[in-house]
């Protein structure tokens, strides 16, 4: 059966590259901010952002979803904040799997009617993220 689960093929292919630490615990940290991606960050941001960009609804039809999603939206990048603020990365000194399931949704948040503008260390992790060598831009 082919695998669907988004984290799941993030760890196949990064299994043995530069972006999963050779360290249990750092491997184990990676993890939880994944499990985080997929539990508190995208079913609130990617959704959003799917409802107001991509759905194609009638806005009637999804804005009384919306201002749950903000906010549980914004709770988690709350945390995301605070994680960052003095730290150049999720886990360790270099970019992990963390942070690239994060920065997928994340960088596009605004999409979802999410204001990024507060969150000065996200987006300064974000411009680190960018910055990396073979950083493709999403083109609509």
Same mark, same amino acid.
């Given at each position: 059966?082919?695998?669907?689960?988004?984290?799941?093929?993030?760890?196949?292919?990064?299994?043995?590259?530069?972006?999963?630490?050779?360290?249990?615990?750092?491997?184990?940290?990676?993890? !939880?901010?994944m499990f985080f991606? !997929?539990?508190? &960050?995208?079913?609130?941001? $990617?959704?959003?952002?799917?409802l107001i960009s991509?759905?194609? /609804?009638p806005r009637e !039809?999804?804005?009384?979803?919306?201002?749950?999603? &903000?906010?549980?939206?914004?709770?988690?990048?709350?945390?995301?904040?605070?994680?960052?603020?003095?730290?150049?990365?999720?886990?360790?000194?270099?970019?992990?799997?963390?942070?690239? $399931? /994060?920065?997928?949704?994340?960088?596009?948040?605004?999409?979802?009617?999410?204001?990024?503008?507060?969150?000065?260390?996200?987006?300064?992790?974000?411009?680190?993220? $960018?910055? !990396?060598?073979? &950083?493709?831009?999403?083109?609509?």
């Amino acid at each position: 059966m082919p695998t669907r689960e988004s984290g799941a093929i993030l760890w196949y292919f990064g299994e043995g590259s530069r972006f999963v630490p050779d360290d249990r615990y750092e491997r184990a940290q990676v993890l !939880q901010w994944m499990f985080f991606e !997929q539990y508190e &960050h995208e079913p609130t941001i $990617a959704i959003a952002r799917f409802l107001i960009s991509y759905s194609q /609804l009638p806005r009637e !039809q999804y804005e009384r979803r919306l201002p749950r999603l &903000h906010t549980d939206g914004m709770r988690a990048l709350d945390v995301m904040e605070g994680h960052l603020s003095g730290r150049p990365w999720f886990v360790g000194e270099s970019m992990t799997l963390a942070d690239l $399931a /994060l920065y997928a949704y994340t960088h596009v948040a605004s999409e979802g009617g999410f204001e990024l503008a507060p969150y000065a260390a996200i987006n300064e992790w974000l411009g680190r993220v $960018a910055d !990396q060598p073979g &950083h493709v831009t999403i083109d609509a």
